[in-house]
């Protein structure tokens, strides 16, 4: 018996390993096994040759060539991926806020109802629609001469707005989509967050003589923010890697590339024009962006973020 | 709180055998609701929640009712009074055209059986190593997790091009392999969760059968891949719904028309018929659409109680 081993050598580690203790390690990496060599063949490998495409000019058959910071120095000064990368930061920008923000209001008030299975169910259908027949249905709505322009025209008095043609208004139009497609997901996080609250915090605070605003801002909301914290975090992530979107919703990156974003620009470089290097080059770019961004997260959690642990 | 029964998001209390949580269920039947203390304000503040919700609500779903008012609609009413709320007359047509202009029905093939594969595949690789990272003692364990949670950091779109050529290489490209096998054996957000899900499990379940001297294959088969039910039919769901909806991958990696699946057919309708007539766009999206909302309504319960546990796991 393994467990008997130990037990009689006390506090000194046994020299030999028991033989059941010996095949366990071997069985640890035969667990591991099929997941290790997948993530090795098919994400580290290719994100290791990533990191050396970026430094290399390649026609995809010949030699490589080393050419250094060549690919980054000219992306950098790429008129398209400057545009792509201030694209992708105002819509990540912009539907992180708003979206988890409209999400946090949606699931508070949704926790008061008795009945809510209708509304998560309409909330949650663009979750499990393709983005690809999301921006196909939106582009319907989007029509210059669509239900929506000519609402916005009769209510306003303005001209119906050409949402997919004006610049600016194709950003907003991305915006919106993603905003929709994804509130869903985190309004069944946020309100399961509310829920997993323990009601003994809540009835100590009922006791001390907190109503119910007070209860909001001062016990459920800072007790959510964990949760909160962590979705801001997958959603920037997933923001700044907007592509089916766009690729769908507005044909060829928009008027003036008004909606190119990175990952277009890493698609239309790499499979577009088969320029492999500055194609690596800005995906190693899109992989900074993300880290630091995401570095900022953790670090302004301290600030922003209550534990439970802390709390109690 | 207890990962593989949090309590459900509709309201309702997990199954019984839930232990965690359920010690702080009674104080939630004496929490008033605003509605029922009766003031004046507090009713009016109800009402207007419901308003809001309901309008909130309509903004959900009128684009999926504007597909399918317009799906319904002839070319001639569409080009005549784009604004028409009902169809006038009301035609099949759309759909009857659409569905023999591009092969959907073996997009739904292609889409059903990738989707299957990778989900079963990946319960199993991802429950094993989630299990052994939980459980198992072995030299690297612990960098190794670190390294898989790292890659999820790696926007998958950094691997794109070498992930390409190396599919070249293989001589996957324009080949269901190149999704599905990556799919099946390159998850770290899987194993995460099934770690989590596992860590979840009382340890006593599994030392009973280390002391009857049962190896860990047999300890993983049938103590702990039992108890995992609910860890393993949330994951099914976030994979099979990661599957379904992928498009970048499959967008580079396949060429024929016939492998496409149903993202890929629905975009390549786009492009041979989106400028012509938006009626026949609408109901191809329709055919791409309904089915899966419609799995999704009968499965609401589960399918949302999984996501909210991987919302609320990945923490």
């Not at chain 2, 009074?81 to 009301?90: N, R």
């Not at chain 2, 499959?250 to 938006?278: A, E, H, I």
């Amino acid at each position: 018996m393994p467990q008997a081993q130990p037990a009689a050598s006390a506090p000194r580690r046994p020299r030999k390993e028991s033989a059941w203790r010996r095949r366990d390690r071997r069985w640890g990496y035969v667990f591991v096994g099929p997941q290790l060599l997948g993530m090795s063949l098919f994400v580290v490998l290719p994100f290791a040759a990533s990191m050396v495409l970026a430094f290399a000019s390649w026609d995809g058959l010949g030699e490589l060539t080393w050419v250094g910071f060549e690919n980054f120095s000219a992306q950098l000064q790429d008129e398209l991926l400057l545009r792509s990368i201030v694209n992708t930061l105002i819509i990540a920008f912009v539907t992180v806020p708003i979206g988890l923000g409209l999400a946090v209001v949606i699931a508070v008030a949704l926790e008061k109802l008795k009945t809510r299975t209708l509304y998560l169910v309409l909330f949650f259908a663009p979750v499990v629609t393709s983005t690809v027949a999301v921006a196909m249905i939106w582009q319907q709505m989007f029509r210059a001469d669509g239900v929506l322009s000519t609402a916005i025209s009769n209510i306003f008095g303005i001209a119906p707005p050409d949402w997919l043609g004006d610049p600016k208004l194709a950003l907003l139009a991305v915006c919106i989509v993603t905003i929709w497609s994804s509130l869903g997901l985190n309004v069944i996080i946020f309100l399961a967050g509310l829920q997993n609250i323990s009601p003994s915090v809540i009835e100590a605070a009922r006791i001390d003589g907190a109503g119910a605003w007070r209860l909001l801002t001062s016990i459920r909301l800072p007790l959510l923010s964990p949760i909160v914290f962590f979705s801001s975090v997958v959603a920037f992530i997933s923001s700044l890697q907007t592509f089916d979107t766009v690729y769908v919703l507005v044909s060829n990156a928009g008027p003036d590339n008004a909606t190119r974003t990175i990952v277009y620009h890493i698609y239309d470089l790499g499979f577009g024009k088969f320029e492999i290097g500055p194609s690596s080059a800005a995906s190693v770019i899109l992989l900074v962006i993300t880290l630091v961004i995401t570095a900022i997260q953790f670090g302004a959690q301290k600030k922003f973020v209550h534990y439970e642990d802390d709390a109690a | 709180m207890s990962l593989a029964n949090p309590r459900l998001v509709d309201g309702t209390q997990a199954p019984p055998t839930d232990s965690t949580v359920a010690l702080s269920a009674p104080g939630f039947e004496h929490r008033p609701t605003g509605a029922r203390t009766g003031k004046g304000g507090r009713r009016l503040g109800a009402t207007a929640l419901h308003v809001a919700l309901i309008v909130a609500g309509l903004a959900m779903v009128f684009p999926f009712v504007w597909m399918l008012l317009t799906s319904f609609k002839s070319l001639p009413q569409l080009l005549q009074d784009p604004l028409a709320f009902l169809p006038q007359p009301w035609t099949f047509d759309n759909y009857v055209e659409a569905w023999n202009a591009v092969p959907f029905g073996q997009a739904y093939v292609n889409s059903i059986y990738i989707a299957a594969l990778v989900v079963v595949g990946t319960l199993l690789t991802a429950s094993m190593a989630g299990y052994a990272f939980a459980r198992i003692r072995f030299r690297g364990s612990r960098v190794l997790f670190i390294v898989f949670l790292a890659t999820q950091m790696i926007p998958k779109q950094v691997t794109l091009i070498p992930f390409y050529i190396l599919m070249t290489q293989l001589g996957w490209v324009d080949s269901h392999l190149a999704l599905i096998v990556p799919g099946l054996l390159a998850n770290p957000f899987a194993v995460f969760l099934m770690r989590q899900f596992v860590l979840s499990l009382p340890k006593e379940l599994e030392e009973a059968a280390i002391v009857d001297g049962a190896g860990r294959w047999r300890i993983f088969w049938s103590v702990v891949l039992p108890n995992l039910k609910p860890g393993l039919a949330a994951l099914s769901i976030i994979v099979a719904l990661d599957v379904w909806n992928a498009f970048l991958f499959p967008l580079v990696l396949l060429n024929s028309p016939d492998l496409f699946t149903v993202p890929l057919l629905l975009s390549s309708f786009q492009g041979q018929f989106g400028s012509v007539n938006y009626g026949l766009v609408m109901a191809a999206s329709a055919i791409s659409t309904i089915p899966m909302l419609i799995v999704f309504v009968i499965g609401q319960r589960r399918i949302l109680n999984s996501m909210a546990a991987s919302g609320l796991g990945g923490r």
